[in-house]
């Protein structure tokens, strides 16, 4: 996974759109060393849609806008492995934190039920 691609899944989960990112980027008036300038709203545009390579500088400003600290912007973890995962992740976690309110009978039944996705899915993968 790229950096941009991390970038652009927490721009998804902020619920905020790239203009909107863009804006409160420019708004951090972040200056790039190559041209003594800040980045224009196209420049950023070809940033997030993997057209132009990411400018280091940023990262501080681009972490600041997405409200998370610079070395999270690194982090793969499992959870944005696949297109499938960046869809679902937000909801898996928006049931988790639901599962406190949920009676013990349906946690057990809804642990089944997984367990038994899990069995397919191993199942279709031999």
Same mark, same amino acid.
Request: glycine share 2%.
């Given at each position: 996974?790229?950096? &941009?691609?991390? @970038?652009?899944?927490?721009? %998804?989960?902020? =619920?905020?759109?790239?203009?909107? /990112?863009?804006?409160?980027?420019? #708004?951090?008036?972040?200056?790039?060393?190559?041209?003594?300038?800040?980045?224009?709203?196209?420049?950023?545009?070809?940033?997030?849609?993997?057209?132009?390579?990411?400018?280091?500088?940023? &990262?501080?400003? @681009?972490?600041?806008?997405? %409200?998370?600290? =610079?070395?999270?912007?690194?982090? /793969?973890?499992?959870?944005?492995? #696949?297109?499938?995962?960046?869809?679902?992740?937000?909801?898996?976690?928006?049931?988790?934190?639901?599962?406190?309110?949920?009676?013990?009978?349906?946690?057990?039944?809804?642990?089944?039920?997984?367990?038994?996705?899990?069995?397919?899915?191993?199942?279709?993968?031999?």
């Amino acid at each position: 996974m790229k950096i &941009i691609d991390k @970038i652009n899944y927490l721009i %998804e989960e902020k =619920e905020i759109t790239k203009r909107e /990112f863009a804006k409160k980027l420019l #708004s951090l008036e972040p200056i790039l060393e190559s041209t003594a300038k800040a980045p224009s709203e196209s420049t950023i545009y070809g940033y997030l849609n993997g057209g132009r390579e990411l400018k280091v500088e940023l &990262i501080p400003y @681009i972490a600041e806008v997405l %409200e998370v600290d =610079e070395q999270e912007l690194f982090r /793969f973890d499992i959870e944005y492995a #696949s297109e499938y995962n960046i869809r679902y992740s937000k909801e898996a976690r928006e049931i988790l934190d639901l599962l406190q309110y949920a009676p013990k009978i349906t946690i057990e039944n809804i642990k089944n039920q997984l367990l038994e996705y899990k069995k397919i899915h191993l199942q279709t993968k031999v």
